[in-house]
């Protein structure tokens, strides 16, 4: 057997290029956190299961408890592992307790994901062109983007698999830095288990599989037992589940096997189809033009797509991916989300075959297509600019309308001759950079949201915790949280108390009418405040836009939130 079975016939280019082509994924990861940054630090997008990871974050941080994730409602929830609580808690250690504080470690997460898809692109083929295009090509994957900016375990499960498989490749396929190889192979899948649970054992279970039943691998089988670090890795990672088995044994049982197993397997044809019609959707709607781009280039270049540079990984990799898509065909819930742990994978195979069909006529091909895209998305930025004008200061939409101007001009210049990996670049910029753009807009129209403008009432009056009280939606109450200050916590509840509000009770905040026009009636004083415009329709939107009045039309049709306090 080769000494190092990852060997392909490729070979790397000149150290020049392959520098540039380095800090161009670099630059594309930085990009990545710029472009999507006034997104995170917002609500505009909101994923409902956010408010769980949020709310144990900062019950975290005022209770002191790190290893219990509790509810808002004071429940022990151990439906997931405990790390997405420290992801979200370590942000707001840094930034407070904030929408951005809640967010940014997975900004970060999503481009170590990036890099990390780079740089084993390139130990699989040796070629920085490769690489770059599978970084480029997963940066501008939609399901990837919006697991990036939202608090829940999709993107740190995907970051923790991805280092894991990258390990486990190693130990299988290569014979250097197996140390190295062991440390990630092990150490990413015990995070994983620690975000979200049983599929990274899956993985494991997958990689011993895979090991011991094909011929080719068989002999490399016994490196995958590594004692100096599958023991300890055992011991770090389980410490946490031994700790609840003894403190929290019931709700361990109730919760997280709930959640893992038998609330969610479902065994039935409807179900399988269901799965796997979301998963595959998952896996190749996404990456439409690039399967597009792939059939053009064989047509082109009269060769048939292959992933053979890389040798026996490709089929490894490949069965990987469909184990995935098979295990979440037998959930009770279909979701695209269940497959994003291995779309980094499917950008790396997708890549090795991109390369070995693009040429230059193909290339020719990407280039228009990119640069109608680029046309309408001027168009698009154009129209939300203009409407910029009638939400926000002239001086912001000016150099708003700058930068769409300057950014799309330097992508037209530098797409011009541009290979595939640096046209899929350029795709990633004309994304992040309209979403840059756009922001600040539909921030105007959308936000703030309810939870910011009660906060700004409410906040302020800094009352002890056993004399507030938030009745209402648990997603607003949620948001809410994220801007009280932490040494103001409030107990929730969603229906209004059987036994009346308690007489200690001086401060109540909601999000519904109702609750507003009963506390009125029992004497409390209500005062109503108005958040952004979060339920847009069309016929108030466009009387609004004749009127040239969307602020007037932002406060008349805002999203409501009312304030009761005692006399």
Excluded at 3 to 32: C, E, H, W
Excluded at 71 to 97: C, H, N
Excluded at 221 to 228: G, I, K, M, V, Y
Excluded at 415 to 440: D, K, M, N, W
């Amino acid at each position: 057997m080769p000494q190092d079975t990852m060997t392909v016939s490729v070979q790397p280019g000149p150290s020049s290029t392959t520098t540039s082509r380095t800090k161009l994924a670099i630059f594309l990861a930085l990009a990545f956190i710029i472009g999507l940054l006034p997104l995170g630090s917002s609500l505009i997008l909101h994923f409902p299961d956010e408010r769980y990871y949020s709310n144990g974050a900062v019950i975290m941080m005022q209770s002191g408890d790190y290893l219990t994730p509790h509810t808002a409602e004071g429940d022990v929830r151990l439906k997931k592992p405990p790390f997405t609580y420290w992801m979200s808690l370590a942000g707001m250690e840094i930034f407070g307790i904030s929408v951005i504080g809640s967010r940014f470690f997975w900004l970060v997460g999503g481009a170590a994901i990036l890099l990390a898809t780079f740089q084993f692109t390139r130990i699989l083929t040796r070629n920085d062109q490769t690489a770059l295009l599978a970084a480029a090509l997963l940066a501008a994957n939609g399901a990837f983007l919006r697991a990036s900016f939202n608090a829940i375990p999709d993107l740190p499960l995907t970051l923790f698999m991805l280092l894991g498989f990258i390990g486990f490749t190693g130990l299988l396929f290569k014979d250097d830095r197996q140390r190295t190889y062991a440390l990630l192979a092990y150490g990413g899948t015990g995070f994983a288990v620690l975000t979200k649970g049983l599929l990274p054992l899956a993985m494991v279970a997958y990689v011993i599989a895979y090991a011991l039943g094909v011929a080719s691998v068989r002999p490399r089988a016994r490196r995958l037992w590594q004692p100096s670090v599958v023991l300890p890795s055992i011991v770090i990672f389980g410490a946490w589940f031994a700790y609840q088995s003894f403190t929290a044994s019931s709700e361990l049982a109730s919760d997280f096997v709930g959640d893992q197993l038998s609330e969610k397997v479902a065994i039935g044809f409807g179900t399988f189809v269901d799965g796997l019609s979301s998963n595959i959707a998952g896996l190749f709607l996404p990456v439409l033009l690039w399967l597009v781009m792939l059939l053009v280039g064989a047509r082109t270049s009269g060769k048939r797509p292959t992933v053979q540079s890389i040798g026996a990984t490709a089929p490894f990799i490949a069965g990987w991916i469909v184990t995935v898509a098979i295990i979440f065909s037998l959930s009770r819930y279909a979701s695209y989300r269940y497959i994003i742990p291995v779309i980094p994978l499917l950008c790396v195979l997708l890549a090795v075959a991109l390369q070995s069909v693009m040429d230059q006529r193909a290339d020719s091909v990407l280039r228009v297509i990119l640069r109608i895209s680029m046309i309408l998305m001027a168009g698009a930025l154009a129209v939300i600019l203009l409407l910029g004008l009638l939400l926000l200061p002239p001086v912001i939409v000016v150099a708003l309308a700058i930068i769409a101007v300057a950014g799309l001009a330097g992508l037209w210049l530098y797409s011009r001759g541009a290979t595939t990996e640096r046209l899929a670049a350029c795709f990633v910029l004309l994304l992040l950079g309209a979403a840059f753009i756009s922001t600040p807009v539909l921030r105007g129209l959308l936000l703030p949201d309810i939870g910011a403008v009660i906060a700004a009432k409410a906040g302020p009056v800094h009352l002890p915790q056993d004399q507030v009280l938030f009745i209402g939606s648990h997603l607003d109450a949620a948001k809410l949280r994220l801007y009280m200050d932490r040494e103001a916590p409030f107990p929730q509840m969603r229906r209004f108390p059987a036994a009346g509000i308690a007489p200690g009770v001086k401060l109540v905040m909601t999000n519904e009418q109702p609750v507003a026009d009963k506390l009125k009636s029992l004497g409390f004083n209500v005062e109503e405040v108005v958040g952004g415009w979060r339920r847009v329709e069309w016929p108030p939107f466009y009387a609004a836009l004749r009127a040239r009045d969307l602020i007037g039309a932002r406060n008349q049709y805002g999203q409501r939130g009312w304030i009761a306090t005692r006399p």
